[in-house]
């Protein structure tokens, strides 16, 4: 054997030992009949101990049966697998004091025989304490009595009622703090008829309101009781007081230093009067410093501290006196028993009962006072457990012991934590689920732009988007986290030239040809190229001009953009095919140009058409107010004509009687004016036109509001609103309305040159294929200097001969897929040269399953002197900004598309591989996954 082996047996050896002792091991052996669940954890805390990584539960029928490293726990092949590398697990929490279930104090202060148990509903609903991780709870029976009864300790969940109740009768409870002296008044009626001997008696206090007067009461019954008297009235039942007290402990709310040092007296009395041995339990103690230097009376009583805080609510504390000594904290508190000695005996628990959704929050408070996350989860687990007497069944993940457990998302108490799910004697009666999670991807470094990284962080993706990034992101409730330890997360990378993306070859493609909406579903060959990282591709077939097209590897692959670049090759003679193509660009600009006068002029145009709509608008208002105004002033008129023809009318009538009438005689009345109006007079007839006189006609090819030289007329009516109407002449038009401006006209569309509008504009650059250094000369001439665009140089073999000249004029290069090659006996790494040379570049596969290797190839670029820097940005960054597509891929920042690798390593490091990929915010691969 060698040493380095028998180092190894020896290690595992001591790790076998270590968990034994601690009580996590246990047997692995297990029966044909059993059915075994193995819980595979990246992170377990125990309890009792410091936390296992890497570790392996075996749950059967509920119990845990063996729990330790992975490679100490040996597995059967039936067993049901539950994988929870990425989260962390820790014993369901034990909360050692609520009133859950209760819903009233008895009216009377001293009711020994009260159960809790009895007024607990098994059939409730208490999914929300479940759903924060809480599996185990003591009841009370009541908070505001000084002997309110006797509590119990349950489960939150299960189908089988027998393993949910604990213990029926867990503790008897005293309150000596102020809530027990507000009892109410009691009536007791008289025994026998109502008589002047035998009255109606007034209610009477229960107990005087003082701590002194509680005290002498308590100490009276305890007297009775330990005489063998009892009360001939029912008031009080001896014998219930006296089985409570038989069962071992004794529950006393004690807040302030006279509270506790009464409760320790009356603890002392009582444990003198009967042959059981007691233990004390104190509850929301707050003033313990008096007491902390008797170490050993410490040890033997239960602490159960109230956090005294209300998550997310502002309160006003009462302000101290000036010579009072400031309160001390519960944490401070928890942390003062720690180092007297009596840690083990100290538990935690909720102000209410409703916060009991947040004990990971009150919890965590507890390590401001110094106190270490162990001792702190002890608190919440196996301590409560200890205290309540339930330690050989819950509070630790440990074998022979009840399989409740908790899921987290991260370390307990450490921000954003979240409970994931929350099992039972061995099932799951909780699972955070949500329609649409947002997910956190967390890893030791994350590299995000221009080389920037960020230590111990995460990204939060939200749908297809990333929303943040960084070492202490906002985390949304509905979150799902990932936790990578130790692992990297870059960007997405991108591949510059492949032949995936249509299921095999494809024949001729000419430019105007779309090829988007062929993209092949459920590529095999897809699926297994992505494996290595690269999450965008570029479909670059073999024509010139042909378009490339931009896609992601998703399983259902999405277009990005469509053309991406134009492809070109550069011709093998020189002299008469660089013409050639000098002609094709010409052609292709003077297309490109008539679309962008065009468009220059519909921008003028449509400009002045809104300028036109709004003065039409005005015009037309101008209009119709002067109409009405013109018809009000008629109507008017019209009113005030027929008044004055009425008041004339009645002057009239009312004038002196003409006496020469004879009597008898009937009058004729004047006959009443008609209403001055104007009469209707024929238009005179036109005399015939003299050709002279008549208009010249318009020449037949010009439109009527056009001048001859084709400009607008300005002052005509010929246009919408001044175009005269049917059978009116032409003298009516109106001058001073708005002229609609006349709409440019557009091109002819040819779908073989449009890409070229985009080539011409810059927003897609020229794919060039050139090969040698007087091919390359000729491109960057004819690409760069004549027609000043966009470009990428592909299979550029000599690029490194002149990239002095590819510097000076800007233009990229495309590397692969040989990026390292030897020449004349010289080792040529070509994007090292480009990057020494400040020229742009990216990679090219030129493959289709070889795709999966491109990473493996830039990695021997960097072995061989390519800055690790300088290769993760051509594989992200620089790909995505050489393609303008900056703005949605090549970086991991919020509003991009969610496209990221996680490595177990730096990426180019002989050791990192891929563990997982993300397209579009979808996990697409994950290393051990099956497919």
């Known amino acids: 054997m060698s040493n380095m082996q028998c180092i190894r047996l020896a290690s595992r050896l001591l790790i076998a030992v270590s968990l034994t002792a601690s009580g996590l091991f246990g047997s692995t052996a297990v029966n044909a009949d059993e059915q075994v669940h193995a819980f595979y954890v990246g992170k377990l805390w125990p309890g009792n101990a410091e936390p296992v990584t890497d570790a392996v539960m075996l749950v059967v029928d509920g119990k845990i049966r063996a729990v330790g490293a992975r490679s100490t726990i040996e597995v059967p092949e039936s067993a049901v697998r539950h994988e929870l590398q990425d989260a962390v697990v820790v014993p369901g929490f034990v909360i050692a004091e609520t009133s859950i279930g209760i819903a009233s104090d008895d009216e009377r202060t001293l009711t020994p025989e009260v159960r809790a148990i009895d007024g607990f509903d098994l059939f409730g609903d208490y999914s929300r304490y479940v759903a924060a991780g809480v599996t185990t709870v003591q009841i009370s029976p009541g908070q505001a009595r000084l002997m309110p009864g006797q509590g119990a300790v349950v489960k939150l969940a299960g189908d089988d009622h027998s393993r949910r109740i604990l213990r029926p009768q867990e503790s008897l409870r005293l309150v000596l703090s102020s809530e027990s002296a507000s009892a109410p008044r009691i009536y007791e009626p008289p025994v026998g008829a109502v008589s002047v001997d035998n009255p109606l008696d007034p209610t009477q206090p229960q107990i005087a309101q003082s701590l002194s007067a509680r005290v002498a009461g308590l100490r009276a019954v305890f007297a009775a009781a330990r005489t063998g008297e009892s009360d001939n009235s029912g008031a009080f039942d001896f014998d219930a007081f006296r089985q409570n007290v038989s069962l071992g402990r004794i529950r006393i709310k004690a807040r302030t230093s006279a509270e506790i040092r009464a409760s320790l007296m009356l603890f002392a009395e009582l444990q003198k009067s009967v042959d059981t041995k007691l233990q004390l339990i104190l509850t929301d103690s707050a003033e313990l ?54 840690g083990e005996s100290v538990a935690v628990r909720p102000a ?29 687990t196996a301590n409560p457990a200890r205290i309540l007497g339930v330690d050989a069944t819950v509070g630790t993940l440990t074998a022979d012991h009840d399989a409740d457990f908790v899921v987290l998302s991260g370390d307990p108490f450490a921000s954003g934590t979240l409970v994931e799910s929350t099992w039972i004697n061995g099932e799951r009666v909780y699972h955070r689920e949500a329609a649409k999670r947002a997910t956190l991807v967390q890893a030791d470094t994350i590299y995000t732009t221009n080389g920037s990284t960020v230590s111990d962080g995460g990204v939060l ?45 494809v024949s001729r493609v000419s430019l105007g040809t779309t090829l988007g909406d062929r993209l092949a579903s459920d590529d095999r060959t897809i699926a297994f190229a992505r494996q290595g990282g690269v999450t965008t591709a570029v479909f670059a077939g073999s024509d010139s001009p042909s378009p490339l097209l931009a896609f992601k590897l998703g399983d259902t692959p999405r277009l990005l953009k469509e053309p991406v670049a134009i492809r070109f090759s550069m011709p093998s003679n020189l002299t008469s095919g660089v013409s050639g193509l000098q ?56 009113e005030e004509q027929k008044a004055e023809e009425a008041k004339k009318a009645a002057g009239n009538s009312s004038g002196p009687k003409d006496e020469s009438k004879p009597v008898g005689e009937v009058k004729t009345p004047a006959p009443t004016p008609a209403p001055t109006e104007k009469p209707v007079e024929k238009p005179p007839e036109k005399p015939p036109e003299t050709p002279a006189e008549k208009p010249a006609e318009k020449p037949a090819d010009k439109p009527a509001d056009t001048k001859t030289d084709g400009s607008t007329l300005a002052t005509t009516g010929q246009s919408e609103a001044g175009k005269p109407e049917a059978g009116k002449p032409e003298a009516e038009v109106d001058p001073n309305a708005p002229v609609k401006p006349t709409e440019p006209k557009k091109p002819q569309v040819v779908a073989a040159s449009e890409p070229y509008r985009a080539l011409m504009a810059g927003s897609i650059p020229a794919v060039v294929e050139a090969r040698n250094v007087n091919a390359i000369t000729a491109a960057v001439k004819l690409f760069r200097e004549e027609f000043r665009l966009k470009m990428i140089l592909v299979g550029a073999d000599d690029a490194y001969r002149v ?98 690798v996680v490595m177990s390593g730096p990426p180019f490091e002989p050791s990192s591989e891929v563990l997982a990929v993300m397209i579009d915010g979808e996990w697409v691969y994950e290393r051990g996954a099956k497919p």
């Open 583 to 638: 002609r094709t660009l010409a052609s292709a600009k003077a297309y490109a140009d008539a679309w962008t006068k065009y468009d220059a002029e519909m921008v003028t145009y449509q400009n002045q058409l809104k300028d036109y709509e709004v003065a039409l608008a005005k015009y037309e208002a101008e209009k119709k107010a002067a109409a009405e105004k013109k018809a009000e002033e008629e109507k008017k008129a019209a």
């Open 803 to 900: 990239a002095d000249l590819l510097a000076k004029h800007e233009v990229s290069v495309s590397v692969g897929p040989t990026l390292v090659s030897r020449v004349e006996n010289s080792v040529v790494n070509m994007p090292q040269v480009m990057a020494n040379h400040q020229v742009a570049f990216a990679f090219q596969s030129n493959a289709t399953t070889g795709v999966q290797q491109l990473p493996m190839a830039v990695q021997y670029a960097v072995f061989r002197g390519l800055g690790p820097a300088d290769a993760l940005n051509g594989l992200t960054e620089s790909a995505a900004t050489l393609l303008s597509l900056q703005s949605s891929i090549g970086s991991l920042e919020p509003g991009k598309d969610a496209d990221l």
């Open 352 to 380: 209410s009962d409703s916060d009991l959704n947040d004990v990971l929050f009150l919890a965590g408070l507890f390590t401001r006072g110094g106190t270490s996350q162990l001792n702190v989860l002890k608190m919440l």
């Open 289 to 342: 410093d008096a007491f902390l230097s008797d170490a050993e009376r410490l040890k033997s009583i239960g602490f159960v501290l109230n956090a005294d805080v209300r998550p997310g609510q502002v309160l006003n504390p009462a302000l101290p006196d000036e010579d009072e000594q400031p309160k001390k904290q519960a944490w401070d508190n928890a942390a003062s028993l720690f180092e007297a000695g009596a």
């Open 461 to 505: 993706v939200a749908g297809s988007k990333i929303q943040a990034v960084g070492s202490s992101v906002s985390i949304p409730e509905d979150v799902s986290i990932r936790r990578f330890p130790g692992a990297v997360i870059v960007p997405g990378f991108v591949d510059l030239g492949t032949g995936l993306g249509f299921g095999g070859s």
